[in-house]
């Protein structure tokens, strides 16, 4: 998913809201297994519905206390958002070199498309 918005931001600028809505969705994508083994222990019978909800809830917390609203957020905000949300994930060992790449294509979006050169 990042790798698709990453190619759409080398071809043209993309909104803050496409880069908000992505960001949410990758968070939503990688919290969830983190997610589900939290709800074994506190909601064994959770379904699907359940842990999406607990997902967006999560992901929306990351928006709180920021200078831009949630409809309209700034990218200074949205990286500040993708630090939180990257400080929240623990990623099992195997996922750890698939998701240090994906915060790379972030970092790379949210520069506006900047070539990793042309941001040193």
Known sequence: MVEVLARRAEVRRLSV??????????????????VRRGMKFTSPHANAEEIQ??????ARTFFHRLASTWEEPTWADLRRVKTRMQTYLLPQR?????LAHEIDLW???LAG???????A
């Open 17 to 34: 809201q496409e880069a908000r809505d992505g960001l949410v969705s990758w968070f939503m994508e990688r919290a969830e297994p983190q």
């Open 107 to 109: 970092d790379f979006i």
């Open 113 to 119: 498309g900047a070539r990793p050169e042309a941001r």
């Open 53 to 58: 909800r607990v997902l967006q809830q999560r």
């Open 94 to 98: 195997e996922v750890l070199e698939v």
